[in-house]
C-alpha cells in the first residue's frame, strides 16, 4: 500500500505565496504520474497540477502563477505557489499512480487527506 502525507497549507494574503508538499511512503516500485487537485467548498474537485516523465500540465487559472515539481529520490511532489489570490481557496489533494511490491507489482492510485490552504486579507 501506498500513502500520501500533504503539508504546507496555511492562512497567506492575496499577492502572497505557499508552497505544499506531498510525500509518498510503502512499498513504492515506481510512480508514473504525481499530481495536485484542490475543491472549493459547494463545487467539485479539479485539477490544479500534475508531472509525469512526459511533462508538467496546469489548469488555466494556474498557469504562470504555480509551479510543480518532483524529487524522485525523495517520492516527493512540491507545488510552488506564487500570486495567490482569494479563489484559490480550498483544499488542495495530492495523488499518485504507480507500482508498489506485492506479491507482483502491482498498481495504485492513491490520495492524500488534503491540505487547506486559504487566501484572504
Known amino acids: 500500500q501506498v500513502q500520501l502525507v500533504e503539508s504546507g497549507g496555511g492562512l497567506v494574503q492575496p499577492g502572497g505565496s505557499l508552497r505544499l508538499s506531498c510525500a509518498a511512503s510503502?512499498?513504492?516500485?515506481?510512480?508514473?504520474?504525481m499530481g495536485w487537485y484542490r475543491q472549493a467548498p459547494g463545487k467539485q474537485r479539479e485539477l490544479v497540477a500534475t508531472?509525469?516523465?512526459?511533462?508538467?500540465t496546469y489548469a488555466d487559472s494556474v498557469k504562470g502563477r504555480f509551479t510543480i515539481s518532483r524529487d524522485n529520490a525523495k517520492n516527493t511532489v512540491y507545488l510552488q505557489m506564487n500570486s495567490l489570490k482569494p479563489e484559490d481557496t480550498a483544499v488542495y489533494y495530492c495523488?499518485?499512480?504507480?507500482?508498489?511490491?506485492?506479491?507482483?507489482?502491482?498498481?495504485?492510485?492513491?490520495w492524500g487527506q488534503g491540505t487547506q490552504v486559504t487566501v484572504s486579507s
Open positions: 495523488n499518485a499512480e504507480g507500482y508498489y511490491s506485492g506479491l507482483y507489482p502491482t498498481p495504485f492510485g492513491s
Open positions: 510503502g512499498s513504492i516500485l515506481s510512480i508514473n504520474g
Open positions: 508531472i509525469t516523465i512526459s511533462g508538467r
